[in-house]
Nanobody, 119 residues
Framework: DVQLQASGGGLVQAGGSLRLSCAAS????????IGWFRQAPGKEREGVSC????????YYADSVEGRFTVSRDNAKNTLYLQMNNLTSEDTALYYC????????????WGRGTQVTVSS
């Protein structure tokens, strides 16, 4: 079975850092686009960052560019999101998700991990 397990969230002060992990099982991580999304209370879910399976290119939302870094450890089949210089605007439930094989969007979603940034 395909599973995505996100972890690493928590409470941090503004300006602090966290590293999220997403352990994948049931498939090979680098065979798919893989990414991070987040949803804050009262807001729509938004894409944060992703890695393309075609060439390993990394993409970031404008709001996190320069502060967040996405990476992948193929040996551990795990996706990471290093988040630095966090602000209260980053408070949200963070999810990892897998892209389908046809470029039609994400087909599997992990349970979220909560990130709360206190100002």
């Amino acid at each position: 079975d395909v599973q995505l397990q996100a972890s690493g969230g928590g409470l941090v002060q503004a300006g602090g850092s966290l590293r999220l992990s997403c352990a994948a099982s049931g498939f090979t991580l680098d065979d798919h686009d893989i990414g991070w999304f987040r949803q804050a209370p009262g807001k729509e879910r938004e894409g944060v960052s992703c890695i393309s399976d075609l060439n390993g290119s990394r993409y970031y939302a404008d709001s996190v560019e320069g502060r967040f870094t996405v990476s992948r450890d193929n040996a551990k089949n795990t996706l990471y999101l290093q988040m630095n210089n966090l602000t209260s605007e980053d408070t949200a439930l963070y999810y990892c998700a897998r892209g389908d094989q046809y470029g039609n969007g994400m087909d599997y979603w992990g349970r979220g991990t909560q990130v709360t940034v206190s100002s």
